[in-house]
């Protein structure tokens, strides 16, 4: 296959040349940025939260005399465990993907001069660890002596458990087993780690933090009251929910079901990230879209080539070749064009991600999403040209003798 | 001469119907997409009082300590503690000024066996209706002396009133929040800005339905009804006393009428800010009056998201209208012998332009109807979509005619490339050739 023939009929379409490089260099930067947009959304939907989602429901009420919440906790608890299909019922302040109620910053040292970033805390009764069906990856489980009474949102002295991902935040090559932080007065320290727990209202400092809770044992009292945490069936969590709500309704009429919080965590979550799997649909609608224009674009123009060609095909086809090499000239001069669109492409790729890194607190583009996109763009390319040269191939060797 | 380019443009597409398909098909879909997405931006950074937003401005002071302050980059805080909100308040500078906060009003209704539930409530203060021109339906808001006294009166929304009283006149009727009676003294009519400019960062939702109870502050707060947003810059003991507590919580807007009354303002609160300092209450001076569109802007209320399908419609559109070119291109070097003999007959370079843009137009008329559909389409789908601001996605009249604008612009650019060509083209090695 000879390419100075390819580039010589190109030159006579500089143009035209030009604009199909440019249809394709704008579709690679954009397929690139987009696919990468997808991918981290859709990675950032299947971030493990570390309890056993299927089994757990919440039962959130508001509304209630704060000074009656002991009584509230007592009644509500020994009622929902009455429910059939209920294993277990527990206080707890927060759940995964539910709304957050212990976000504070910590600091690895008593006086708050070593900032270690903002945590959440999720303080549950003693049968709250088993409940949610927490992993240890090292020290021991909470005992029921860990479990102290509070005057505020966290015990005022308490032993914690930290995620792993945590951990390594704060004590990076270290055992943080015994280790302590602190937050304003409150002392804590470390006596297990968990393999997850996602934060109730995910990172607020991007998807690298997500993981960064602490859960804390403590008494259930007035200041741990009104966020209950149902273990159940799965198969009967909807009747057991409504069940739930029905007895609310009886013992405590003044208080309000928070219809938002109190919902199985397989459905909090599906609320969670529904907005990430939108935009995930809308990218992928978009990325189709944008390769049937390039490749009609393609389409377009072999096929006006083929047309305008027509004669040359005959003389070359006259002269001896076949009508692969005809078919493998077609593919050649796209081959050709689409690798200069992906040329350009892949600095404007790099462009749009660094604008995009700007606006959007996104991380760098990696670079193999570049050779992805240039294989389905050299793909696209030869599909679409594959019809018109089939047509160019077909033209007859007598069409050497006619004119146009 | 207009309608014999018309006649010509039609034959020529007509002629290759597939490439005038091609063409006609990447401009409506990305017509479509850039009007579905504008159409929603528009929406989420329109100006929810048009007829006000330049007189109501947003006063911001700083009460935070030293740490993190650098000096002409920490912007000032964006709510206020209560003992500034009530200095400014008092001092009466403005027309009109309100400060406010917003809660969750837990309501029981007085029927048997309905059950409480909760509905968004601002607390506010009596300036808070005149300055924003809110209608009523019935009755109006409280007076200053309401405010001062801690009356226990309430300003409903229509959807609460057709909801408990069945759209009657409730004006004089009770409402039991939070376990304390309040007494009905307006009722409004159907008022909901988009955004909720009002209460962006004291909590609660940006888009979407009005809120459903306004309540006197001091009164509200009497009755124990939790405020939104609460950031503290020193310890507290709890969230009870935030009146005293080192923590900002409440928004105040002032309306100023003109230029000077502005500068006034300004200068009044620097002033404010330096005294504070001198009393040792204030570390930091800086002090800020956007207005109402500035300070949407500041607020960064339309979502990330939204800008982001905005800027990926525009792209699109982009390689649609390259595409375009391309095939436009393709369509008229192939007519070069029709250019020719129609130069030899004596058409001027002149008119051969006009006749390929003419052409042009008349794909990006037809992609821009096509875009049209394609935009329903799309609205259509973000009306369902689980945001705040979904159910009010809906093509007005002056997306409908921007539709045809961009569909013309983006085909006349698109035409441009290829009409200069026509036009340039040497007639006798045209004619020769054939």
């Not at chain 1, 959440?120 to 240890?136: E, H, M, R, T």
């Not at chain 2, 001469?1 to 409506?28: D, P």
Request: include cysteine; glycine fraction near 8%; charged fraction near 15%.
């Amino acid at each position: 296959m000879q390419i100075q023939p390819i580039f010589a009929a190109l030159r006579k379409h500089r143009l035209a040349t030009l604009l199909l490089a440019l249809e394709i260099a704008l579709a690679c930067a954009v397929l690139c940025n987009a696919c990468f947009l997808i991918i981290s959304r859709v990675q950032h939907t299947h971030v493990d939260s570390g309890v056993d989602e299927s089994a757990l429901a919440a039962v959130k009420l508001t509304g209630y005399d704060p000074a009656s919440s002991v009584d509230l906790n007592a009644r509500v608890l020994s009622r929902l465990a009455k429910i059939p299909g209920v294993q277990s019922v527990n206080v707890i302040n927060a759940v995964p993907f539910g709304d957050h109620a212990g976000t504070a910053g910590i600091s690895t040292d008593a006086a708050g001069k070593h900032f270690a970033g903002v945590v959440d805390f999720y303080v549950g009764n003693p049968g709250s660890f088993k409940a949610l069906g927490l992993q240890l990856v090292a020290g021991s489980m909470p005992q029921a002596s860990d479990a102290q009474p509070l005057d505020s949102f966290v015990p005022k002295n308490a032993t914690v458990w930290v995620t792993r991902a945590l951990a390594e935040h704060l004590w990076p090559d270290t055992d943080p087993l015994g280790r302590e932080f602190w937050t304003d007065q409150f002392h804590f320290r470390v006596g297990g780690v968990l393999a997850h727990l996602a934060r109730p209202w995910g990172g607020e400092g991007g998807p690298s933090t997500i993981d960064w809770s602490v859960y804390v044992p403590a008494q259930a009292g007035r200041q741990l009251a009104g966020t209950y945490l149902l273990r159940v069936n799965p198969a009967e969590s909807p009747r057991v929910l409504r069940d739930a709500r029905a007895a609310i309704a009886t013992i405590a009429p003044d208080a309000v079901v928070d219809s938002k919080n109190s919902q199985t965590l397989g459905t909090l979550r599906e609320k969670y990230f529904r907005q990430d799997r939108l935009m995930a649909g809308i990218l992928l609608g978009v990325i189709c879209a944008l390769l049937l224009v390039t490749a009609l674009g393609i389409v377009g123009l072999a096929s006006f080539w083929v047309q305008q060609r027509r004669r040359q095909i005959g003389v070359r086809r006259a002269l001896g070749a076949t009508r692969s090499d005809i078919v493998a000239y077609f593919q050649t001069e796209n081959f050709l064009i689409v690798s200069g669109g992906i040329v350009l492409g892949m600095l404007l790729a790099f462009a749009i991600n660094l604008l995009l890194m700007q606006h959007y607190e996104l991380p760098r583009l990696p670079l193999y999403y570049l050779p992805i996109g240039a294989l389905s763009l050299y793909a696209i390319g030869q599909l679409a040209v594959l019809g018109p040269a089939l047509r160019a191939a077909a033209v007859p060797p007598v069409e050497a003798t006619r004119s146009v | 001469m207009f309608t014999y380019y018309l006649e010509l443009a039609i034959r020529s597409l007509r002629r290759n119907k597939v490439l005038t398909t091609l063409m006609v098909l990447a401009l409506g879909l990305g017509i479509g997409a850039c009007i579905t997405t504008l159409t929603v931006l528009k929406l989420l950074s329109g100006d929810p009082l048009p007829q006000k937003s330049a007189q109501l401005f947003y006063p911001q002071v700083d009460p935070f300590p030293m740490d993190g302050y650098v000096a002409g980059e920490t912007k000032p805080q964006p709510t206020m503690t209560y003992t500034d909100a009530m200095n400014l308040l008092h001092a009466r500078k403005a027309t009109h000024q309100a400060v406010m906060t917003t809660t969750g009003a837990k309501i029981a209704p007085q029927q048997a066996n309905a059950h409480p539930f909760y509905s968004d409530g601002v607390m506010t203060t009596s300036d808070f209706f005149g300055m924003f021109d809110v209608p009523f339906q019935y009755g109006g808001g409280w007076t200053e002396s309401d405010d001062e006294s801690r009356a226990r009166v309430v300003v409903i929304a229509d959807f609460l009133n057709d909801k408990l009283f069945g759209g009657a006149n409730s004006v004089g009727k009770t409402l039991r929040i939070n376990d304390h009676d309040f007494r009905i003294v307006g009722v409004l009519k159907h008022w909901a800005p988009q955004p909720r400019f009002y209460s962006l960062d004291l909590g609660g939702r940006d888009y979407g339905d009005g809120d459903a109870v306004f309540l006197p502050l001091q009164s509200a707060r009497a009755a124990d009804m939790a405020a939104g947003n609460t950031n503290c810059f020193d310890e507290i003991k709890d969230l009870k006393h935030l009146e005293t507590a080192p923590c900002i919580w409440l928004g105040m807007w002032v309306q100023l009428d003109n230029s000077a009354a502005v500068a006034d303002y300004k200068a009044f609160l620097a002033n404010y800010a330096r005294q504070q300092i001198a009393l040792g209450r204030f570390h930091r001076p800086d002090t800020g009056l956007p207005d109402l569109m500035r300070w949407l802007r500041d607020e960064q209320v339309v979502p990330d998201d939204v800008r982001l399908q905005a800027g990926l419609a525009f792209g699109f559109l982009l390689i649609c209208v390259i595409n375009t070119v391309g095939l436009l291109l393709a369509k008229c070097l192939r007519r070069s012998q029709e250019i020719g003999v129609r130069r030899a007959l004596g058409a001027t370079q002149r008119t051969i332009f006009a006749q390929f843009m003419v052409e042009a137009g008349i794909v990006g008329l037809a992609g821009g109807l096509l875009g049209l559909v394609f935009a329903e389409l799309g609205l259509l789908g973000i009306r369902h979509q689980p945001a705040e601001y979904a159910s009010l996605a809906h093509l007005d009249v002056s997306m409908f005619a921007l539709t045809f604008v961009v569909a013309i612009v983006a085909s006349l650019v698109a035409g441009l490339l290829p009409a200069w060509r026509a036009c340039v083209l040497a007639p006798a090695p045209q004619l020769k050739a054939s």
